[in-house]
Every structure is written in C-alpha cells, then in structure tokens.
C-alpha cells in the first residue's frame, strides 16, 4: 500500500466534512435501514455531497460484509457492504465506509455511506 499516492485537498479539489444538522434516512427496498440526526455531510470538488451516516445507526441485520475494496487517494482504503432486503435476496456493495481514513476527513471513521442508486438517501428540511 505505500506505493499508492496519499493526496490532500486543496483549492483545486477541496474536501469539507460537516455536521449535516438534520435528520437523514436510509430506505432499502422501501424499509428503512439507517435513521440518524447524527449524519455528516462530506463534499467533495464538484462531486454530489454525500451523507455520512454513523454505523451504529444502521439496521446491522441487514449488513453483510463484501470482499470489495476500493483505494481513494483523498480518504485512504474502503470497504463494502451488501444489504439483504425484505425477502431476503442479497444487493452487492449498497454501502461503503473507510475504516481508517486519512487524516483530512478522519471525521468519517466510523461512518458508511450508501449509494443513492441503491438506496433513498433523504436528508429532512431544515
């Protein structure tokens, strides 16, 4: 691994980490999975904001572990979920998380985030 490049945000690729200061919830196959007010906001560049959500807010019944794992040289090492639905049948890599991020965003240590293409990701009014 230390043959991989370690970057830093910068004004060109700024990274910003928040307090989302709302309530977020997850639905899976219309059952909701993750409820928090303790979400975080993560933006990136001009990537969509993403919701970080702490893992101890989400169903773990229905968490499996992927052999997945993807490298982002901004936040350091990923690894998968998959979510299994109400009936049962298994959706591959719904949920990433970096167990270990980089110090820039070490705010989401302990956080997953879903894909909006697999899951309803809703962030409530102010």
Do not use: N
């Amino acid at each position: 691994m230390s043959d991989r490049p370690v970057l830093e945000p910068t004004a060109e690729h700024p990274i910003t980490v928040e307090a989302t200061g709302s309530r977020v919830t997850v639905r899976f196959d219309g059952v909701v999975i993750a409820e928090t007010d303790r979400a975080l906001t993560l933006q990136e560049a001009a990537y969509p904001a993403v919701q970080y959500i702490p893992l101890d807010d989400v169903d773990a019944e229905r968490l499996r572990p992927s052999d997945t794992h993807t490298y982002c040289p901004f936040k350091g090492e990923a690894d998968y979920y998959h979510v299994v639905d109400s009936s049962g049948r298994t959706v591959e890599d719904v949920i990433w998380t970096y167990p270990q991020p980089y110090p820039a965003v070490e705010q989401i240590a302990g956080h997953v985030a879903f894909y909006p293409d697999k899951a309803d990701v809703a962030v409530a009014g102010p």
